[in-house]
């Protein structure tokens, strides 16, 4: 009995190490870096409390541009263009927004519906972004 159980248990332990496994150290950009992130769909946390989500549309020596195109409070960080100072932007979220990760969540949720894939994360849909001094 204990034998024929053994794979089974093998799956069970290499599942649980599964997250472990994923962490993964938040990437680092300077600040000279960051016009690789213009035209893409990122999420900033400001000092005023608010959080906003849009696509960054530029980068100057002072400040990073994004189109606030989701906002945690909309009366003090309205939709529209936002100016991000420089000296306090210290980290952001690059959101991946593709068919791959709609259609792997998708696959995901059905075969966990199931009780098939148990509790196996997909692929990270966000990468935070830490900004160099």
Do not use: F
């Not at 263009?81 to 068919?99: E, H």
């Amino acid at each position: 009995m204990l034998h024929a159980l053994s794979p089974l248990l093998a799956v069970l332990v290499m599942m649980s190490l599964v997250p472990a496994t994923l962490a993964v150290e938040p990437q680092r950009l300077a600040w000279d870096e960051l016009h690789k992130l213009v035209g893409k769909q990122v999420s900033i946390p400001l000092y005023s409390g608010c959080a906003v989500s849009g696509r960054v549309v530029g980068v100057q020596a002072d400040a990073l541009t994004i189109d606030v195109s989701k906002s945690s409070h909309p009366e003090a960080c309205p939709k529209g263009s936002l100016r991000v100072p420089r000296a306090t932007l210290y980290v952001l979220d690059l959101n991946k927004k593709g068919i791959r990760y709609r259609v792997t969540d998708t696959t995901l949720d059905v075969l966990g519906a199931v009780g098939v894939s148990g509790n196996a994360p997909g692929p990270p849909r966000t990468t935070t972004i830490r900004i160099v001094r």
